[in-house]
């Protein structure tokens, strides 16, 4: 387990330039494809939320396959930039709420598609935190989760607020079935390519889904 601080401020201090990684953007847009091919497959047009929404750079490019997208984050000037980056694209359809599952009251609406990108490995417990998903979506609905599978701890320069380096496909699994999620699926999500000192290392990623038990 690494240091247990997860305070809002880092990503605050960090959201202003957050776009401007070329390597991130690029590893956003995948995700992105990947939420765009899950949400495809609804029903429905759905409300869609997304955990830990950064900029808005995973969920702002499926927003036209959906009634709505709600970017959810405890960092304000992400939100601020989530905003920016949806009216740049003149997206019509996407709200931010700021929040910490860990600690704050759920938020009182109801989605049909909750997702999650590199997000969960900064919180200690996820399977609370993975129940607090159930508890936002709809009968029927989907959880979509997307994060490092384990590493050796080089992914971040500095690990301060990272609780997890990365997770096995076990921990996940089992996570998602304790809070509820039914026909449980595990795949690779593709490798998250960036520098590391003076060479580019890969990092395997994975893509869990799951659908409520109604
Ligand atoms: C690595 S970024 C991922 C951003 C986005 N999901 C993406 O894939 O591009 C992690 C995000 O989670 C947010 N975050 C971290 N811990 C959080 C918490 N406990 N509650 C809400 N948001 C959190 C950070 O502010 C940051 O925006």
């Known amino acids: 387990m690494q240091e247990k601080t997860n305070d809002s401020a880092r990503f605050d201090r960090g959201a202003a330039n957050w776009d401007a990684n070329a390597f991130r953007t690029a590893r956003a847009n995948a995700v992105a494809h990947l939420f765009g091919k899950i949400v495809a497959k609804l029903p429905r047009r759905p409300d869609l939320f997304e955990y830990g929404c950064g900029t808005g750079q995973s969920i702002l490019p499926v927003a036209g396959k959906c009634r709505s997208v709600t970017g959810c984050d405890f960092s304000e000037a992400m939100l601020e930039k989530f905003r920016e980056n ?30 999650c990108s590199m997000t969960l490995h900064h919180v200690e417990e996820i399977a609370e935190l993975i129940g607090k998903f159930a508890l936002l979506l709809r009968p029927g609905g989907t959880v979509a989760l997307v994060d490092l599978e384990k590493e050796d701890g080089s992914f ?16 996940i699994l089992g996570a998602m079935q304790e809070a509820g999620f039914a026909e449980c699926s595990y795949a690779s999500a593709g490798d998250y390519v960036k520098p590391r000192g003076a060479r580019i290392a890969s990092y395997p990623t994975f893509l869990a889904t799951g659908i409520l038990a109604g």
């Not at 009216?87 to 049909?112: H, Q, W």
């Not at 971040?156 to 921990?171: I, K, L, M």
């Open 86 to 115: 949806a009216a740049a694209k003149g997206v019509e359809n996407a709200s931010t709420i700021r929040c910490d599952l860990r600690t704050d009251p759920l938020p009182l609406a109801r989605y049909d598609i909750v997702v």
């Open 156 to 171: 971040h320069e500095d690990n301060t607020g990272v609780a997890h380096f990365g997770f096995t496909r076990e921990e």
